[in-house]
Structure formats: structure tokens, C-alpha cells
């Protein structure tokens, strides 16, 4: 099935029993077991089948394949949030003494799982400019375990190229590229088919795209998702509502048009904050000026909704704008058929020191912009008026 099609019926499951065309929530703990000696062999994992809602769901087995279609991944793995994906792939692979290398730009409680939490267990980390993978290669160890990247990046939309990173990852034995493709969704960026060992999604964002669920994905070889669910998240229990998957699934029917909408619109409103008087600098890989254009055109089948702009006059106009934005929502998250607006130093990246923030340009008169589905004439109109303000 090519993309629009399977968004749509990849794993697609009409109820056996009643016929109901969209699958039936199977809002259920726990399941009847046919005899004593099939609940021992369900339970030993010798046949397969469900048992209990924190070993798996039918309905987040649906959600589970139709991302593993898209992803043309072996299998994947539904989890309780996007941080829930990522402590799973991460955590699944490593042990006190082990080493993991990770991107300088990264979603802000990411960087403070792997900063702040890991070490207390013994796993060290160098932190590279991976859009250099020469850096990368330089940063190998012996003990080096994961090598994590997110492309496009949180917040400064930094392109790092998966193809040539997964080269170096694989001339060592034992490493693993994990992408965080969170930005791309798999609409328009595909990790595991440009060498990446394991792609994990916010499933918040654009995989659900109405702003209705928290819920987040694993996906790669089968046996590696196996080991993530068995044990790692039977012990975790970061594990995803059979109603948030579902909220998930019916979003993702929508993934194609509403990505196509979302580059459109963002493409225009770059342009317009590019040569906007209040605007300093834009961060957005679709523009010809940016330094990931060329990477992002080669991995990537579209730019994204996502992007950054620096505002000139700092925090204050910053203020300015938030506050009188009318069809942008001051929220944090994205990839919501809605437009929003956040500011990143004190929203998603509070987790990281001005300093840490300022020495990869996460400045502190910078705004995110999630850009919507809405009427683009609407949005360039809404950040006018309130860049306007800001300039009295
Ligand atoms: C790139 C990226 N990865 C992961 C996450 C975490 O996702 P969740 O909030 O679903 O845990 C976020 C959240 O904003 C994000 O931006």
C-alpha cells in the first residue's frame, strides 16, 4: 500500500463479531483464559494472545501494526507518552558502565533523562553537534551503546543525516542508532529505511494531530520491540490506554492531508517572519537559507509545521506576542490541527541552563510555532497584529 492508502487501512480491523467498521475499544484489565493449561503457556509467552492490558491490547496491537506498516519496521511498540517510548528504547539497551551519545539540540526532558537520571545509574554520555557526523564518529567509545539523535530537532528544527550517522554507528559492534522522528512523523521521514536501528514517536503530536491523547511509539526489529515489552515495559508500566491508542488510530487516517497542510502553511508563514521587521532569524529546514535544507531535502518528503523564530526586542516582545495572539493558542506540544505558540527556554527546554540553551541558540527571545491546518492568511494576519504590538 503506498502512504495515503495505508494511513488508512494498514492493520485496519473491522469488528469480527459485529461487523462494526471502526474496531471497538477493548476497554478491558484483564481476559478470560480458556483452561488452566492455556493460561500457562499464554502466560510463558508460548502461545500468543492477550492475558493483561499491561502485557498488551487488542486495540494497541492495531494501533502497534498500522505504525510498524508505516514505518516499515518489523514491529512496534505502544507506550504511555513519547518520554515513555524513549526511557524504553533507551533504558532496554543499556547498564551501569555503558556510554550513550546524544544530539546538543533535544526535546528538554529527553536531554534531562539522559543528563540528570541515567548517570545516577551508572551510564555516561557525551553530548555532540550531530549534525556533524564526523563529531559522532569522534565521540565513539568503547562502551558506547546508543547513539540518539531527533531530526528535525526540538526547538531549533537542527537536521542531522540519519543515512551517514547509521554508517558510523555500524562500523562498531553493538551500537545502535535510535531516531527521534517526532518532528517528521512518518508522513514525510522513514529513520529505519535510512539505516536507524529504532524510530520512537510522541505519538502525541502529529500521529494523533487533534491534540486528544498522550501516548507514544517504539518501532524497529522484532526482536528488540520483544525485549522492550518483555520486560522492560511489563516492569515499566508505561503503558498506553486502549482508548489513547484508539484516539491515535482514528487520528492517523488523517496523517497524509493533514501533513501536506501543515508544510504548506509553515512554508508560507517562514517566508512571511523572514522578512518581517521584528523578526531576527527563523529556524525552519524549508527555507534555502537554512543549514539543514539540503540534508532535510534528501531524508525528508516535506519540511513540517514546525519551526523557531527569533523576535527582536528578547523576553519582552516575546510577552507581547503570546499574549495577544488570537487564532496561535499559548500551549505547549504540537502538531495539533490547531496553530500554537510557546516559548522554549521556559516551556520545553527549562530542563537545560541559559547557558546549556544559549550555546545551541535556544535564545531567550525565541518562540516555537506549532503551525495548524487553519486558513494560512489567517495565521500570517494573527502574528502580524501582535508582532506589531510588540514593536510599539
Ligand atoms: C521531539 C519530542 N520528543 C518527545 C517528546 C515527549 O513526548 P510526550 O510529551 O508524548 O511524552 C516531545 C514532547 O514535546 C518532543 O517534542
Known amino acids: 500500500m503506498k502512504m495515503n492508502t495505508a494511513v488508512i487501512h494498514a492493520a485496519q480491523k473491522h469488528d469480527p463479531r459485529t461487523g462494526a467498521h471502526v474496531s471497538p475499544i477493548y476497554q478491558t484489565s484483564t481476559y478470560v483464559l480458556p483452561d488452566f493449561d ?198 515499566f508500566g508505561t503503558v498506553l490506554s486502549p482508548f489513547d491508542a484508539w484516539l491515535v488510530q482514528q487520528g492517523l487516517k488523517t496523517l497524509a492531508v493533514r501533513m501536506e497542510r501543515h508544510c504548506e502553511n509553515a512554508m508560507k508563514v517562514a517566508r512571511f517572519l523572514e522578512g518581517h521587521e521584528m523578526i531576527e532569524k527563523v529556524y525552519y529546514p524549508g527555507l534555502e537559507s537554512n543549514p539543514g535544507h539540503q540534508t532535510a531535502k534528501k531524508q525528508m518528503r516535506g519540511f513540517s509545521g514546525m519551526m523557531s523564530a527569533d523576535i527582536k526586542g528578547g523576553t519582552d516582545a516575546v510577552r507581547t506576542v503570546m499574549n495577544n495572539v488570537k487564532v496561535f493558542s499559548l500551549a505547549t506540544s504540537l502538531g495539533n490541527v490547531d496553530s500554537l505558540i510557546q516559548h522554549s527556554p521556559t516551556m520545553s527546554h527549562f530542563d537545560m541552563t541559559l547557558e546549556e540553551r544559549a550555546a545551541v541558540s535556544i535564545f531567550e527571545g525565541q518562540v516555537r510555532l506549532s503551525v495548524g491546518i487553519e486558513d494560512v492568511d489567517d495565521l500570517i494576519d494573527d502574528l502580524d497584529q501582535a508582532l506589531k504590538l510588540a514593536k510599539k
Open 38 to 235: 492455556e493460561a500457562v503457556r499464554l502466560n510463558q509467552n508460548i502461545d500468543q494472545g492477550f492475558v493483561y492490558s499491561r502485557f498488551g491490547s487488542p486495540t494497541v496491537a492495531e494501533l502497534e501494526e498500522k505504525i510498524a506498516s508505516l514505518e516499515e519496521a518489523e514491529a512496534a511498540l505502544g507506550l504511555s507518552s513519547g518520554l515513555g517510548a524513549i526511557s524504553n528504547a533507551v533504558i532496554s539497551q543499556v547498564k551501569a558502565g555503558d556510554h550513550i551519545i546524544f544530539g546538543d539540540v533535544i526535546y528538554g526532558c529527553s536531554f534531562a533523562l539522559f543528563t540528570k537520571i541515567l548517570p545516577d545509574f551508572g551510564v555516561s554520555y557525551t553530548i555532540v553537534d550531530t549534525t556533524d557526523p564526523n563529531k559522532v564518529a569522534e565521540a565513539i567509545r568503547p562502551n558506547t551503546k546508543v547513539i540518539y539523535v531527533e531530526t528535525p530537532a526540538n526547538p531549533t528544527l537542527k537536521i542531522s543525516d540519519i543515512e551517514e550517522i547509521a554508517k558510523i554507528a555500524h562500523q562498531h559492534e553493538g551500537i545502535n542508532l535510535v531516531v527521534d522522528s517526532t518532528f517528521a512523523s512518518p508522513y514525510l521521514q522513514n529513520p529505519l529505511v535510512l539505516g536507524a536501528d529504532v524510530v520512537v514517536h510522541s505519538a502525541t503530536k502529529y500521529l494523533c494531530g487533534h491534540g486528544t491523547a498522550v501516548a507514544g511509539i517504539v518501532a524497529g526489529k522484532k526482536a528488540f520491540i520483544d525485549r522492550c515489552r518483555m520486560p522492560f515495559l511489563q516492569c
